[in-house]
């Protein structure tokens, strides 16, 4: 299994990042996918969930109507599309999914969000 993130960097408050995730060794489509962040003396967080058809996501509050989360199965790729970045969204994204009974994630790409 390989998750491969890509797309983070350094982006001023109310700019704009989108991230890209990568999928090889596992039959993509049929999975949920999610994003986690992981800040400096903080629990990851869970930030958006997508169905393994695409149809259905989950985003935790703080990034409802700033962030979205999509997918192509077609390409075994994983997107989220941040826009009006906050400082507070300086973290280590991973990509990630769930296969019993374990939890699979990517190295992470990271975002920073300052002036």
């Known amino acids: 299994v390989q998750l491969v993130e890509s797309g983070g960097g350094l982006e001023q408050p109310g700019g704009s990042l989108r991230l890209s995730c990568a999928a090889s060794?596992?039959?993509?489509?049929?999975?949920?996918m999610s994003w986690y962040r992981e800040a400096p003396g903080k629990e990851p967080e869970l930030v958006p969930r997508i169905a393994s058809a695409g149809g259905n996501t989950n985003y935790t509050d703080s990034v409802k109507g700033r962030f979205a989360i999509s997918r192509d199965n077609a390409k075994n790729t994983v997107y989220l599309q941040m826009n009006s970045l906050k400082p507070e969204d300086t973290a280590v994204y991973h990509c990630s999914y769930y296969q019993p009974p374990r939890d699979y994630w990517g190295q992470g790409t990271q975002v920073t969000v300052s002036s």
């Open positions: 060794g596992f039959s993509f489509s049929t999975y949920a």
